[in-house]
């Protein structure tokens, strides 16, 4: 090892699901939306101005933050943008998760948490969900250094009610607490709601989902003035300028069109619910999901196999392997007809005697 | 004190300089490029498929790195983007700056050094320049944990030569050196020859400046494979997907495009080599600026008075109080037009007698 070479910061680092590339491709691996963004983010696209690409954007991003303050009637000083909620989340916890004592955060879950607890040296302990995979509030009654969870939790789109939300913040009112809302318009309802009551709340949700614009990298935090306050000093000790003018530009696109938004989020919880019918016809069992994605397992077929058979078909779903999650596919929703291609390849490769064989390997 | 707020990161931000609106005003303060990105940018925002919006951008950003490799003649794993060279430099501080010794800095120059070191509560000297506003690089011969500077520095626009450069490395190959070169093409030599000697070398560049994109935030490092592999987990552990698709999409465009951007660079170097002739003819003094903005100082004329007479005229140059720049004004390189306004103004002003009883109150 070279001198130099010690003083390199070691990391474990997250993996991202697959971006393939290929037009025929059906991607269900990442939870990104089906269908496209609001036609208000085409039309600004094409009228966008290059020549101020030469200039600064707003270090403040007010035209996104003041857009969102007003959709989500909250203050202006309530709201925080950062490149997709794994920047906002970053920030978070380098700003707000500074105690000696554990962060607590479920043990199956987004497993960036523990990526990012420890790029940043902060303690943490994993708290196990019940057999069901439900997060039960009283496991997080105990002492600790800050909490977060997902809500619905990744990757079982089981739901927390907000009275059980609530629960865990009633007894977590000395540390912070983060209730990561990536999935939380395709069913749930948001802890917003609770921000007049609890000062250590930050909320977290993200344009990639609900509102397709992964591609964009938006996501958003919204809290106490107080709370907005110190996140924004460690973003501007870090990086004065993290959303570029075509963010912002499309993001204020994308939160204006109400009506667009509530039928696509609509078809995608439809096409939810159809899917848990028919994968329950086939075979499979999940989680009672509230988010875009089923965390499925077949009482016959190995996860793993069936993963890559689904690959060779040009299918892409995510595949964990892990405790408790190596039987399990996530499934994102897809359209209508994706679906239906799914349903009809698993229906092929179910009757084939192959998997039967192929299980026993 | 709540009990939470203990919890929370205590920091002092960097200010960036003012972001003002409105299309009169002439800006000269955040070191913009005058003129638009290159014209195959124009062209690719107005084609740039919106429904692609929906699925996450490639994580490792392959289309700009390759890109950036073919240009600079490096191979394809020594190049890592971000978000601005901000980014890119939080993420390298993060990455390379993990030893007990303190890091070594210029005491004038990015003050964003300082503000990175705090926030990773990495230990820092900063080394005096000389009375000229000179790095000497005998100064960096001791000890130390990491060595980071800008080549031109700024806010002085003082180049370093190559062999200064390799003075710096020479004597420090037990640490990981960067040379910010954000600046670098307008007139300096960059240290991107010495890479094949000094494994431990990371250069760091921009397309804010000499490439009209500081609006899309993207900045760059080059160096050898084990340091960019070394970031590259470190951003892995920080967010997947930091750059998004409209910036992957124009930054290649704004690399293909060499003549357009030596044409740019040259009208600006022109417009500064004249700014140093009428700026020294209005009774300036200021150092040898190899960058896109000079340093000026009056013989008589206070530095910060002028910065407000300038900004009432809808002029915005920047100040920086503290000890030795509190005398100068840095102001950035604009059009010719925007340039002669600049001097029209000055004249006036100078010719007042008004700043002459203002300069002793």
């Known amino acids: 090892m070279k001198g130099w070479e010690k003083n390199i910061r070691r990391v474990v680092p997250y993996v991202p699901g697959d971006q393939p590339a290929g037009e025929r491709l059906i991607k269900l691996n990442t939870n990104e939306n089906p269908y496209p963004p609001a036609p208000g983010v085409k039309r600004a696209l094409k009228e966008m101005d290059y020549d101020r690409l030469r200039k600064y954007p707003d270090p403040a991003s007010l035209a996104l933050t003041d857009c969102l303050a007003a959709y989500y009637g909250v203050e202006k000083d309530q709201v925080f943008v950062g490149v997709g909620s794994d920047d906002v989340l970053a920030m978070a916890f380098l700003t707000f998760f500074n105690s ?35 997060i039960l509030p009283k496991d997080y009654y105990r002492e600790n250094g800050g909490v977060i969870f997902p809500n619905p ?44 009551r609890y000062e250590n709340l930050l909320v977290v949700q993200t344009f990639s989902k609900a509102r397709s614009m992964a591609g964009m990298r938006i996501g958003f935090a919204v809290g106490s003035p107080r709370l907005i306050r110190a ?4 973003k501007y000790s870090y990086n004065s300028y993290t959303m570029n003018m075509p963010s912002l530009i499309l993001g204020v696109e994308a939160v204006r069109d109400e009506a667009y938004f509530k039928e696509t989020v609509g078809k995608i919880v439809k096409t939810r619910e159809r899917a848990k019918e028919r994968l329950g016809q086939l075979g ?34 995510r595949y964990f392997a892990g405790p408790r999650l190596e039987n399990y596919l996530r ?25 039967k064989a192929q299980k026993n390997i």
């Open 100 to 134: 000696e004592k554990p962060i607590l955060f479920p043990d199956i879950s987004y497993s960036f948490y523990k990526v990012w607890a420890e790029l940043f040296e902060i303690p943490y302990e994993m708290v196990a969900l019940d057999e069901g995979f439900h």
């Open 231 to 234: 996140i924004n000093d460690v």
């Open 153 to 196: 939790n990744a990757p079982t789109g089981l739901l927390l009610g907000l009275e059980q939300v609530e629960d865990i913040l009633q007894h977590n009112q000395d540390v912070i607490v983060i209730v990561d809302e990536a999935y939380i318009d395709f069913g749930g309802r948001s802890a917003l709601s609770l921000l007049d």
């Open 284 to 317: 499979f069992t999940f989680p009672d999901s509230m988010a875009n994605f089923i965390f499925a397992k077949h009482e016959k077929a190995a996860a793993v196999r069936l993963f890559e058979a689904l690959k060779e078909r040009q299918i892409y779903v």
């Open 331 to 355: 499934i994102t929703i897809g359209t209508d007809e994706e679906m239906e291609e799914l349903y009809r390849f698993l229906e092929g490769y179910l009757e084939e005697d192959g998997w």
